[in-house]
Antibody, heavy 122, light 107 residues
């Protein structure tokens, strides 16, 4: 059974850099077609996609946040790491990692982690 | 535009059909998928590639996509279907885009 789990600090201060780790199992990012994304959801609000990394190290970022985001992978540990710089209270959200499937325009998330709530204090 | 627009809320009586729409520029030229999210839980994929159901998703869930609108249809809606529903598509300019979500109330 595919699983993903997010880890990282529950509380960060404004202007700090957030580092989140997604640890997954039962698939590998060295396998052709495998992809992992980060998605966040502020309390009571909609889902917002942040970034994606593919098996071939292709990377994609949210247009509005790309200057603050970096996504990377450690295939030996089955982990994907997201860093977000210059955190602000509006970045308070539950952060999810999810496995991406499909290709081209047919792209969807078939497995999601449980999410981790990150609160940004001023 | 790469935005996806959903109605914020929808109410349906038990046993009736719920249709949740998702509108976007030339959405029918892309693929749409749908997620169900219950309070305190992670989203669950219920429809992908416009109309396909993942294993374990009840047959009462179906999807379609044409023109500028994708639709998630739930036939014989049950109380357990009460949740937030999000559409999602891949756009060549903005990569992944989610709709704003629709809160489905079964009453």
């Amino acid at each position: 059974q595919v699983t993903l789990k997010e880890s990282g600090p529950a509380l960060v201060k404004a202007t700090q850099t957030l580092t989140l780790t997604c640890t997954f199992s039962e698939f590998s990012l060295i396998t052709t077609g495998m992809r992992v994304s980060w998605i966040r959801q502020p309390p009571g609000k909609a889902l917002e996609w942040l970034a994606r990394i593919d098996w071939d190290d292709d990377k994609f970022y949210s247009t509005s946040l790309k200057t603050r985001l970096t996504i990377s992978k450690d295939t030996s540990k089955n982990q994907v790491v997201l860093t977000m710089t210059n955190m602000d209270p509006v970045d308070t959200a539950t952060y999810y990692c999810a496995r991406g499937s499909g290709d081209g325009y047919n792209f969807f998330f078939d497995y999601w982690g449980q999410g981790t709530l990150v609160t940004v204090s001023s | 535009s790469s935005e996806l627009t959903q109605p914020p809320s929808l109410s349906v009586s038990p046993g009736h059909t719920a249709s949740i729409t998702c509108s976007g520029d030339k959405l029918g030229d892309k693929y749409a998928c749908w997620y169900q999210q219950k309070p305190g839980q992670s989203p669950v994929l219920v429809i992908y590639q416009d109309s396909k159901r993942p294993s374990g998703i009840p047959e009462r869930f179906s999807g379609s996509n044409s023109g500028n609108t994708a639709t998630l249809t739930i036939r014989g809606t049950q109380a357990m279907d009460e949740a937030d529903y999000y559409c999602q598509a891949w756009d060549s300019s903005t990569a992944v885009v989610f709709g704003g979500g629709t809160k489905l109330t079964v009453l």
